[in-house]
């Protein structure tokens, strides 16, 4: 249901194309200001292409795929991490709240995280760079993991969960599994959750009205919503929220480092006729 790789690639070379071309275009003050916002919306989408084509790839085979799922259900038992299965249970009885929470998963995942993007480029736009460097960051990290395919807990009905998606007929997965079809095994970590953290810590940091809760709710209501779904482990948001942990110090390191940058010196030079005039010398300094 939404944009494909090969639509999102094509919208990247277009705006690609369209910002090089602005770099030719005077005035210089007009074309800063539209070139700043083409080539985030170039990254934005070269971004959303990477993880649309991820989805589909897998550096290892689909059939160990449900024994790493288990594996992660018997590491949740061990560290003794709520059960999801108890957690959905909460809730079937209660249809609506089902639909809504397939609902939101399916439909409030990307949308939450373009507003987001948006809000700080024009918001906040001296803390972008550092934000969307760890959000490009956590979700190149979250992608390289999901190379290797884990099931998600909506393929283990033995163990108490239901797939309440296809019980209602909401799902946006395939019905069978293979190859094209890999995006359902892409379960940890949940890019899911990393994104709503994302979304949720800095609305929470940089928010400076009651809005800034929007935010925090968005993150709280993916964690259940994945959760009560069975679309993901407990286990996969605490993975996806350690990298963006990770990814947010490397991001403000990259931001905070010292940079060379060109100063001009004056000096006085002396001509033949007694004047004087300065000359401005071009050197290297922090």
């Not at 709280?220 to 959760?227: E, L, Q």
Request: charged share 15%; aromatic share 14%; with cysteine.
């Amino acid at each position: 249901m939404w944009l494909s790789w090969r639509w999102a690639l094509g919208i990247t070379v277009v705006l690609g194309l369209v910002g090089t071309g602005l770099r030719k275009r005077p005035p210089a003050v007009v074309r800063g200001a539209h070139q700043a916002l083409i080539d985030e919306l170039t990254r934005m989408f070269l971004l959303y292409t990477l993880w649309r084509i991820c989805g589909r790839l897998s550096v290892m085979g689909l059939e160990r795929a449900m024994a790493r799922g288990e594996a992660v259900w018997r590491l949740e038992r061990w560290l003794h991490l709520p059960n999801e299965a108890t957690l959905q249970g909460w809730v079937l009885g209660h249809g609506l709240v089902v639909q809504a929470a397939n609902v939101y998963y399916a439909v409030v995942h990307a949308p939450a995280a373009g507003i987001f993007l948006a809000w700080m480029f024009f918001a906040h736009r001296d803390r972008y760079p550092a934000a969307r460097n760890a959000f490009a960051l956590t979700t190149f990290a979250c992608l390289v993991i999901q190379l290797v395919p884990v099931a998600p807990p909506r393929f283990f009905p033995e163990f108490g969960f239901v797939d309440t998606a296809a019980s209602y007929g909401q799902s946006v997965y395939s019905a069978t599994l293979g190859p094209e079809s890999f995006n359902q095994l892409s379960a940890m970590p949940s890019v899911h959750v990393a994104w709503a953290v994302i979304v949720g810590w800095f609305s929470w940091r940089l928010g400076v009205s009651r809005w800034r809760w929007l935010g925090v709710a968005h993150a709280v209501a993916t964690v259940w919503v994945v959760t009560v779904t069975a679309n993901h482990w407990l286990a996969d948001g605490l993975v996806a929220a350690v990298l963006f942990g990770a990814s947010w110090q490397v991001a403000r390191w990259w931001e905070q480092r010292p940079r060379r940058e060109p100063v001009l010196a004056a000096s006085v030079v002396g001509t033949g006729s007694g004047e004087t005039h300065w000359a401005a010398t071009r050197g290297e300094g922090r």
